[in-house]
């Protein structure tokens, strides 16, 4: 079946330090890829999304390329700041009643 | 544009007894979702709406869950009897169709169940 599997956490980085968080997928078909990102207390939101092979999502600075030949779709920010402390859900949606699936979310901690 | 809006934020109850959380979608948003966040784990999807139909409830257990969308606008989830177990975060969510869309979530109903 659908599945969407991302990098355990939490992640602990410094200010200004370079973030990747891995996600990779099983899918049938051609389903677009997002990154939610949810804040303290708060809803998950859109972070950035992409909906065919080799497209590059961006937002804020994070960024996130649709690999179909790895199945991959790692979110990435050169420079990470405080405020970005969060909880990352990599997930996947299609077409044909393909329902949207999360993955289990990766915990990111900065520290000033 | 008004996002998703949930309501009650918190609530606090003792098993077997029953809670009730209302959801308004986005105007004009065909599909209305429930999830379960249990802390620590992503959204699992509990039902799924589009319009004032139900389109997918495999993961919902209905011996205790029911959810029901009247005139294809808002929704309410209602657990009864509730279990320990149930202790998460209802998150609401729409979209403008089922598929493939960006799915817009409400701040939550939180659920503490003692």
């Known amino acids: 079946g659908n599945s969407v599997t991302q990098m355990e956490g939490p992640v602990t980085l410094s200010e200004e330090a370079f973030l990747t968080i891995n996600c990779t997928y099983t899918a049938t078909g051609y389903p677009s890829l997002f990154w939610y990102v949810q804040y303290p207390g708060e809803g998950l939101q859109l972070l950035l999304k992409a909906t065919k092979a080799d497209d590059k999502g961006s937002n804020k600075g994070f960024e996130a390329t649709y690999r179909k030949e790895t199945t991959s779709f790692h979110l990435e920010k050169g420079s990470v700041q405080v405020s970005d402390s969060a909880v990352y859900f990599c997930a996947l949606s299609g077409t044909g009643g393909f329902k949207t699936i999360f993955g289990a979310g990766t915990r990111l901690f900065v520290k000033a | 544009e008004a996002g998703v809006a949930q309501s009650p934020r918190y609530k606090i109850i003792e098993k077997r007894q029953s809670v009730a959380f209302w959801c308004n979608p986005i105007s004009g948003h065909a599909t209305l979702y429930w999830y379960q966040q249990i802390l620590g784990q992503g959204p699992k999807l509990l039902i799924q709406f589009q319009n004032n139909g139900v389109v997918d409830d495999s993961q919902l257990p209905k011996d205790r869950f029911s959810a029901e969308r009247l005139k294809g606008v808002d929704s309410t989830l209602k657990i009864q009897p509730a279990k320990l177990e149930d202790s998460a975060v209802y998150l609401c969510?729409?979209?403008?169709?089922?598929?493939?869309?960006?799915?817009?979530f409400g701040e939550g109903s939180w659920l503490t169940v003692v």
């Open positions: 969510a729409s979209s403008l169709e089922s598929s493939g869309n960006t799915i817009y």
